[in-house]
């Protein structure tokens, strides 16, 4: 972590000091990846559709990655950026300026070179409202978003076309998570005629950049994508064929998989078969283990009493014994003590949070006015094993005095009921949690802990306000020189340990990805969980038994 | 015949309404919002509002269900909130998997249902008899999901006879009809035995044996013609059952049928799609039971249709 933070400090460093970031995608091949080979990837789901502009889902999120590239991306296997579609870029000064300059010669799949004109349509395209993206709202710090949002606008006045290969954004507030907005899908460089021509079906015959491209789509049954041979980045990606099989259950594919159909079972391995797993050698041997940017937490509704009052919400951080829920999903996470997750920069590692203390919670409870506890109800999704942590929670609240009913319910519903102002005291976030859509301490703020998210229907489920923070949220964001990316984290740590004091949630766990993969696949461990591109890195892993 | 037609089209034309006003009320009062599952969690509220009344989900209720029903007239049955498709296209492309699963299923059934019911009745009341039974009875009881994992274990991935999940080959068909089949070849089995047996006292069967034909002559030529009937007559309402065990069946197979559609629709609350399968299926439950009454009387002359 803190060896990732300061090579970034020292390379942006430099950087700046040139006054322009340059940096070769172009990286070093595995020198013992073959060139060749198909392999077979499972998944429960439908994938919904592949236009970058509306996926959003486990299995079309790295799907997407491989048919379109962004300006930038990150290196892979890590949460660094790099410029990806971009060649190179240029921040002014003020942070509210970016210039990028293309990669020249770049092709869709359908052989047309990707100009300046793509990006700044791919742009416009996402944040009108017409095309329904589930991530315009990232857009929101580019000039013109407001307009193009309420639908007066159909083009961002912020992006402009310097000349083919040249864009130049602007935005109406210094932003520095910038850079990781050009990086996510939902900024993906699409090729206008192609999405004239298939209309609101451009989801299902999708034509990017990317190192793969489409072949064939049988609906609801299989996925089958070719080698993009007129890459640009020459060498990549090495697999010829990825088929992915759809709707074929976790443990089915695990099955499939020790019987060496299948080389990847992209939903991981099913809880149930777990420690089967790991307690043989063999197939241990075939998992790979990575963290996750994501927290599972217990919310506590702010505006609701009892929860209205500090002391309550601090019992509660206190009451609950994360090492045994832990425990009970077979050591799958660690145990949380802040909001930020430990792979992402600002996560305090110094920071201790609120121990396992029954007696200490008691007399909090006391002090507030609650000493025999009161009744409440904890909502939870209903699909394993978030009811059985809620039962675990639920017994920890009891020992404190705090009768909890369990209102188990299906995910929508947890949902629905987190955004009603007094719909739910508390949520056990599970199976809805947040998993960061970027890799940057901001991500876990604006709408879970954020005013803007305390909103009818909004994510911030606790309902906590605290203006004096979104000042500093902003005060943060504004600093976009990469230079100072560390009294940025240092900022943002600064403003979840004052989450942590006021206590609106209680973080109880991150989970821990557990990827298996079969004896023939190649590549380092750390593409197999990636933290960007999930499940797994398509682009540069590869098959060992190629001839 | 034509009159006793038309007045069962009209009254299934009246049940598919009433199971689209159903639905559709019972999703409309649903607290979960698609538009907040649409637009995603970073959206602003002017973009939710913008969605929802693209969507006319702004409108009240009635406007809604009048709209999805003139839609509906037209074979346009919308288009998916997740996947952004025509929920149509999606059906007809899952449905022949369906389709395919649920004749295979049938096949299971009859062969497995009528001879276990034929044994059981020409062995009544003897161990094989009562082995038979308590057979059927756990057909009819145990969990699909259960047996389907089962199945699975024993013959995919111990003893490697049938492909584990997937689609393609007849070897993918078996396990997946046997599972489905079960059920019904319990419930067959057990009609199967009591029309054998009542069969097997009638008159004509004892003039056959009368006449000294051999035991399989009778039991194939005389008594299984007859005992056959009111079970055949049955296959129609079998649709039903199958349209609730598909969605498990097909879950557990990766079988790429409107079960698995439906069942991934409702874990997203994906309502365009809950809809459209919800209807089809519903229409194949209201023509399995007009088939089965009107083949009836041909198979069966002492039924009359009124």
């Given at each position: 972590m803190k060896h990732w933070l300061t090579t970034t400090v020292a390379a942006s460093a430099l950087m700046l000091a040139l006054g322009m970031a340059s940096a070769a995608a172009q990286e070093t091949l595995d020198q013992k990846a073959k060139q060749g080979g198909a392999i077979t990837i499972t998944y429960k789901d439908d994938v919904a559709t592949l236009d970058p502009a509306i996926g959003y889902d486990w299995q079309n999120w790295s799907m997407i990655k491989s048919l379109f590239d962004g300006l930038m991306d990150y290196e892979p296997g890590t949460t660094k950026l790099r410029p990806e579609l971009a060649e190179s870029y240029e921040i002014s000064p003020d942070g509210k300026t970016f210039t990028f300059k293309l990669r020249k010669g770049v092709k869709f799949h359908n052989g047309r070179e990707m100009t300046a004109d793509d990006v700044k349509y791919s742009l416009d395209r996402v944040t009108n409202?017409?095309?329904?993206?589930?991530?315009?709202?990232?857009?929101?710090?580019?000039?013109g978003y407001e307009d193009v949002a309420g639908g007066k606008s159909e083009s961002l006045s912020g992006v402009s076309v310097v000349d083919p290969s040249t864009v130049k954004i602007e935005l109406s507030r210094p932003d520095a998570t910038f850079l990781h907005v050009m990086a996510i899908n939902f900024s993906h460089v699409v090729p206008k005629e192609e999405v004239e021509k298939y209309g609101a079906d451009f989801g299902k015959h999708p034509v990017g950049t990317g190192a793969y491209k489409m072949a064939e789509w049988t609906l609801g049954q299989r996925l089958v994508f070719e080698r993009n041979a007129d890459y640009w980045n020459k060498g990549l990606p090495y697999i010829d064929k990825i088929t992915f099989e759809i709707g074929q259950e976790p443990i089915v594919a695990l099955l499939r998989l020790q019987n060496g159909e299948v080389d990847v079972p992209g939903d991981g391995i099913p809880p149930a078969k777990f420690q089967e797993v790991m307690a043989d050698p063999e197939q241990k041997a075939r998992v790979v283990e990575g963290g996750q940017l994501q927290t599972g937490y217990v919310t506590m509704n702010t505006t609701m009493a009892p929860f209205d009052n500090v002391k309550v919400r601090q019992a509660v951080n206190m009451a609950i014994n994360k090492d045994r829920i832990v425990k009970l999903i077979n050591n799958r996470a660690v145990p949380a003590n802040q909001p930020l997750p430990p792979s992402m920069p600002g996560y305090d590692k110094a920071f201790t949070g609120y121990a396992f203390d029954v007696e200490k919670a008691k007399a909090l409870l006391g002090e507030a006015g609650h000493p025999e506890g009161f009744e409440t109800e904890l909502f939870v999704m209903n699909t394993d094993p978030n009811p059985r942590i809620a039962q675990a929670i639920q017994q920890d609240l009891a020992a404190i005095g705090i009768k909890a009913s369990i209102q188990s319910l299906a995910q929508a519903n947890v949902i629905a009921a987190g955004g009603e102002k007094d719909g739910a005291p508390m949520i056990w976030s599970g199976g809805m949690a947040w998993i960061a859509d970027f890799p940057d301490p901001s991500n876990f703020y604006g709408p879970i802990l954020g005013c803007g998210g305390a909103v009818q229907g909004g994510w911030n489920w606790s309902w906590y306000c605290n203006k004096e923070l979104d000042e500093k949220a902003a005060a943060a964001d504004s600093i976009v020189d990469p230079a100072k990316a560390e009294e940025r984290a240092k900022l943002w740590s600064d403003i979840y340990a004052k989450i942590m004091a006021d206590a609106p949630w209680a973080p109880v766990f991150n989970e821990q990805r557990f990827t298996m993969k079969s004896p023939r696949m190649g590549g380092d461990d750390k593409l197999y969980v990636d933290p960007v591109h999930i499940p797994i890195n398509y682009d540069y892993v590869y098959v060992n038994d190629v001839q | 015949m034509i009159a006793y037609l038309a007045r069962r089209l009209i009254q299934a034309a009246l049940i598919l309404l009433g199971v689209s006003l159903i639905t559709f009320a019972l999703l409309y009062l649903l607290p979960a919002d698609p538009v907040r599952q649409i637009a995603g969690r970073s959206a602003t509220p002017q973009t939710v509002e913008s969605i929802r009344q693209q969507l006319g989900l702004d409108q009240p209720f009635i406007v809604q269900y009048w709209r999805y029903l003139t839609n509906l007239l037209s074979g346009d049955l919308g288009r998916s909130y997740i996947q952004r498709s025509e929920v149509s296209e999606l059906i007809v492309s899952r449905l022949p998997a369906s389709l395919l699963l649920m004749v295979g299923a049938i096949l299971c059934e009859l062969v497995i249902g009528l001879s276990m019911g034929l044994i059981a009745a020409v062995k009544r009341g003897t161990a094989t008899d009562q082995a038979l039974m308590v057979g059927s009875f756990i057909g009819v009881s145990a969990p699909q999901f259960v047996v389907g994992l089962l199945l699975l274990y024993v013959f995919a991935v111990k003893l490697g006879w049938f492909p584990i999940g997937g689609y393609g080959t007849w070897r993918h068909m078996v396990l997946p009809s046997l599972t489905l089949g079960i059920l019904g070849a319990g419930w067959y089995s057990r009609m199967m035995r009591s029309s054998m047996i009542d069969v097997l006292r009638q008159d004509y069967v004892r003039t056959a044996r009368a006449k000294g034909l051999a035991q399989r002559a009778v039991l194939f030529g005389h008594a299984l013609p007859n005992a056959i009937l009111p079970v055949v007559a049955m296959i129609g309402i079998d649709i039903g059952l199958f349209m609730g065990g598909i969605v498990v069946v097909e879950s557990v197979f990766g079988w790429p049928g409107i079960g698995q559609l439906a069942w991934q629709a409702i874990q997203r609350v994906d309502i365009p799609i809950i809809m459209g399968v919800t209807l089809v299926s519903a229409c194949a439950i209201v023509l399995g039971n007009l088939l089965a009454d009107i083949v009836a009387p041909f198979i069966d002359p002492r039924i009359k249709l009124r």
């Open positions: 409202p017409k095309t329904q993206s589930p991530g315009a709202g990232f857009f929101a710090s580019i000039n | -």
